[in-house]
């Protein structure tokens, strides 16, 4: 199996866009990017922005080899309605429309469902179902909360699965600081995830305290109760600076164990560039 995360906080812009591919099949999870509108008082940089192209073209690219294509939920950093075109002739399983759905997201996938109408080979939904494309299993858990409750709607997390081998993709689960999302991904027994994080750099507004207990908590059952050697943390927790500290626990756990806490880019042998919590910084140094 191979597994490429396309874009991502750690690589600069707002996103879990992965592509994998199997011998039977060729997946990509959550098609879209998107940059934080406002940080720290400032608009994006035009660093950001160049960035935001870049792995948008490379999400294109991929979509272009893909057989699959999975919407976890419909928040424009993880889709993007404005270009339908990349969803012709894939198979597209997606978050269910209308149920467990908060009245924004209801709206923007009857509007997404309309931009592809006629252009995918079908449309399935997704929620707590599970697919067999070749020798390759894509298992879906049933809607989980955006965080640790409904204000932001619903997500699923999704597992693929070649003979031994199992990727999970937690999606927005922020943590996970909740018991059903962390139990599907212990049920699935992954030996590689890719998780979104504590939303740490709103910690103490729109996250509180007791998430980022429950949710180190939680990711230090899944390193005890799964076969997981590479466990990627990243999106909401990479708009951190300080993302390593705030979890410093799970470090001498991890190396206890075997296994890898790492971002995205380290993921992919490249440096973090943490764009957006750089914000401040790349304005000084360069405002025009």
Known sequence: MRIIPLASESLGTRSMATYIETRGCRILIDPGVALGPWRYGLKPHKTELERRSQHWTAIKSYSENSDILIITH????????????????????????????????????????????????EVRRSDGQSFEFGNTEIVFSKPVFHGADSRLGYVTEVAVKEGKQVFLHTSD????????????????????????????????????????????????????????????????????????????????????????????????????????????????????
């Open 173 to 288: 689960v922020e943590g996970p600081c909740l018991d059903a999302q962390t139990l599907f991904v212990i049920d699935q027994d992954p030996d590689i995830i890719f998780c979104d994080g504590p939303m740490t750099y709103m910690l103490g507004s729109h996250y509180s305290p007791q998430n980022l207990r429950d949710s180190i908590s939680n990711i230090l059952k899944i390193m005890d109760k799964t076969r997981v050697k590479k466990f990627i943390l990243d999106h909401h927790f990479l708009r951190d600076l300080n993302w390593r500290e705030s979890i410093r626990e799970l470090f001498p756990a991890a190396e206890e164990k075997g296994l890898e806490i790492i971002s995205a880019a380290e993921f992919r042998g490249l440096k973090n560039d943490l764009l957006e919590a750089r914000r401040k910084e790349l304005w000084e140094k360069h405002p025009e």
């Open 74 to 121: 419909y928040h424009y950093d993880h889709y993007n309605p404005r270009e339908p075109e990349i969803f012709r002739g894939k198979t597209v399983l997606v978050k269910h429309p209308e149920k467990n759905i908060n009245f924004s997201q209801k709206r923007r996938s009857a509007y997404f469902l309309r931009r592809i109408e006629g252009l995918p080979l």
